[in-house]
């Protein structure tokens, strides 16, 4: 059982991710898919949001729409105060790399680069000096402060994905997106990593969106979404592994 440090509430009214009407649609050949369906839903700043589903929910092209790594056949997806689904390719491709964080089960780090230059990349990409106070804070808050000399290669999975984790906090972004960040991991080292999340929304009051398959994973949110045919069937606030088993057990075949 982790250690519950959530507020009482999620008090912030002002938005991180809006979705209006977001609809995707894949072309499949003879039979399109359809992958979301009139999607609405609202992520208030510095929450922990958790995604589940049964498999072919669409949890995944949420994110990607979410996070403008895909644009939705239709309807709006708003990041920031963004309206990220109007964006030129090029714009948006900036827009990633200076307002949105990615962490996913590969680790994606670059092994010739130090771990201070992997987590500064995005900034150095994109011309933008340091915040050496904010890049210290940050490589403490995830355990590497004395690892960053380091190449990842010479770290364990677990401190690997702490790097990542620092490389999408070092923009200061306006969320930060998780596909199965622990999905690569030992038990022990996962929870470790969402401890870390759980720590990223609450003391360093960033906006983090998650997308697992993972009951426990889930519980160290503060809300629950959840996904069937591509619609938003549900959330759970406050969640706990067993709650979150119960709901998705009702939904079908996970």
């Known amino acids: 059982m982790h250690t519950d440090t959530r507020d009482p509430v999620i008090a ?3 938005i991180a991710v809006r979705l209006e009407g977001v609809s995707k ?3 499949a050949g003879a039979a399109p898919v359809t992958a979301l369906r009139d999607v609405s839903l609202a992520i208030p700043k510095r929450s922990f949001t958790a995604v589940m589903g049964p498999s072919g929910s669409g949890k995944s092209t949420l994110l990607q729409c979410a996070a403008g790594l895909d644009r939705p056949s239709a ?3 708003t990041l920031g105060g963004t309206d990220i689904s109007a964006l030129k390719a090029k714009q948006l491709t900036v827009f990633r790399r200076d307002h949105i964080g990615f962490v996913f089960q590969a680790y994606n780090l670059l092994p010739h680069l130090t771990v201070a230059r992997n987590i500064t990349l995005p900034l150095l990409l994109g011309g933008h000096a340091v915040d050496k106070a904010w890049f210290d804070h940050v490589v403490s808050a995830v355990g590497l402060a004395d690892l ?3 190449s990842p290669l010479e770290l364990s999975g677990g401190q690997q994905q702490r790097a990542a984790i620092a490389r999408a906090l070092i923009t200061k972004p306006d969320a930060v997106f998780g596909d199965e960040p622990t999905g690569a991991l030992d038990s022990r080292t996962g929870r470790q990593v969402l401890e870390l999340l759980r720590h990223t929304a ?3 009051r960033q906006t983090v969106v998650m997308v697992t398959h993972d009951p426990v994973a889930a519980s160290y949110a503060d809300r ?4 069937a045919d591509g619609q938003l069937v549900g959330s759970l606030e406050r969640p706990t592994a067993q709650a979150v088993v119960d709901r998705m057990s009702s939904l079908g075949e996970w």
Do not use: M
Request: proline share 11%.
């Open 148 to 150: 960053t000399g380091r």
């Open 25 to 27: 649609v894949y072309d």
């Open 12 to 14: 912030p009214p002002d």
């Open 224 to 227: 629950v979404l959840f996904l």
């Open 75 to 77: 309807g709006r997806v």
């Open 202 to 204: 609450t003391h360093l």
